[in-house]
C-alpha cells in the first residue's frame, strides 16, 4: 500500500524558494501520492496555488503556531500511517525521497533534523522532520519551545521543538537525528 505523504511548509515575505522547493519535492516525490500544506506570508498566494492541496496566508507571525496549525490541519484529513513531513520553506530534497523515508520510519517514529552545529542544540528541528500522522496524534505534537538546555557555550535556552523533545524524553522513545554535513555554510 502507498502512503500518503504530507508535507508542511512556512514561506515568510519572500516567494523565491516557493516555486524551487515544489518542484524539487514533485521531482523527487514522482509517482508517490502527496500533498503540500503551507503558509505565504506576504506573498500573493495566486501564483502557487496550483503546488498545495492547503493554503493559508492568514496573519499568523509565529513560525511554530504556523506549523503547529498546519500539523493539525494533516491530521485532520490524514490517515494514521501516512507520512508527515515539515520542511523549510528554503529547503529542498535532492533525490528520491519516499524510500528513505519509508525504511527510517519503519526503524524510527521519527526523524528529524538535530542542530548539535547549534551549541549543542538537543531537539528535533523543523527544517526537516518526517513521522507518521498516527505517531504525531499519539504524542500530541507540538513544535513550541519547551524546557531549557545548557548549551555547549554554558547559556540555558529553549527552541522550537523543545516542546516534541521533552514529549519523546518522556516516553522513553528513540528518535533518528539527522545531523549537518554541510561544514562551510551552516545556515
Request: contains cysteine; hydrophobic residues 40%; glycine residues 8%.
Amino acid at each position: 500500500m502507498t502512503r500518503m505523504i504530507h508535507i508542511a511548509t512556512v514561506h515568510w515575505l519572500n516567494a523565491t524558494w516557493v516555486d524551487i522547493q515544489a518542484k524539487y519535492l514533485a521531482k523527487s516525490l514522482a509517482g508517490t501520492p502527496y500533498r503540500l500544506y503551507g503558509f505565504l506570508n506576504g506573498i500573493d498566494p495566486e501564483p502557487y496555488r496550483q503546488w498545495y492541496h492547503y493554503l493559508s496566508t492568514k496573519p499568523v507571525v509565529a513560525h511554530i503556531a504556523k506549523l503547529n496549525l498546519l500539523a493539525e490541519e494533516i491530521c485532520r484529513v490524514g490517515a494514521p500511517e501516512d507520512i508527515l513531513i515539515f520542511i523549510d520553506g528554503d529547503a529542498f530534497p535532492v533525490g528520491e525521497l519516499a524510500p528513505c523515508l519509508s525504511r527510517q520510519l519503519q526503524a524510527f517514529p521519527l526523524i528529524a533534523v538535530q542542530r548539535l552545529e547549534n551549541e549543542g542544540d538537543p531537539q528535533p528541528h523543523p527544517c526537516f522532520c518526517a513521522t507518521t500522522v498516527g505517531f504525531w496524534r499519539e504524542i500530541g505534537g507540538d513544535w513550541s519551545k519547551g524546557p531549557k538546555w545548557r548549551t555547549s557555550t554554558g547559556i540555558m535556552r529553549s527552541d522550537t521543538g523543545g516542546v516534541l523533545w521533552e514529549k519523546l524524553n518522556r516516553a522513553g522513545i528513540s528518535w533518528k537525528p539527522l545531523l549537518r554535513s554541510n561544514k562551510m555554510n551552516l545556515h
